[in-house]
């Protein structure tokens, strides 16, 4: 079992930038598939972007392509979101999340696929 703690949202005008931090504790952060999700008020749960066990294989939805970056460091437990070029649509409270994975460098994009959640951090984008 992992634990989630997220950190690093807030208040930002458009274009600016945020890095959200998700610190993991528990079983081997590297055994896990990670990824960031996100949601406004009102809507569904979205996929954001995601990461196997290396930086090597990441993707993200087509909205934040070129503007956000995941990326983790196993050697401190931690999954990163850099984003950048912040827009008022992307208001949200973003969460982190955790699959375990037996081998292999995959990622994973759907809400039911993932094992673990944090408890999310509010990231609000002013025009």
């Known amino acids: 079992q992992v634990q989630l703690v997220e950190s690093g949202g807030g208040l930002v005008q458009a274009g600016g930038s945020l890095r959200l931090s998700c610190a993991a504790s528990?079983?081997?952060?590297?055994?896990?598939?990670m990824g960031w999700f996100r949601q406004a008020p009102g809507k569904e749960r979205e996929f954001v972007a995601t990461?196997?066990?290396?930086?090597?294989?990441?993707y993200y939805v087509d909205s934040v392509k070129g503007r956000f970056t995941i990326s983790r460091d196993n050697a401190k437990n931690t999954l990163y979101l850099q984003m950048n070029s912040l827009k008022p649509e992307d208001t949200a409270v973003y969460y982190c999340a955790a699959r375990t994975v037996a081998s292999g460098n995959y990622y994973y994009t759907f809400i039911s696929q993932y094992d673990y959640w944090g408890q999310g951090t509010q990231v609000t984008v002013s025009s």
């Open positions: 990461i196997g066990w290396s930086d090597s294989s990441t």
């Open positions: 528990g079983r081997t952060f590297s055994s896990y598939a």
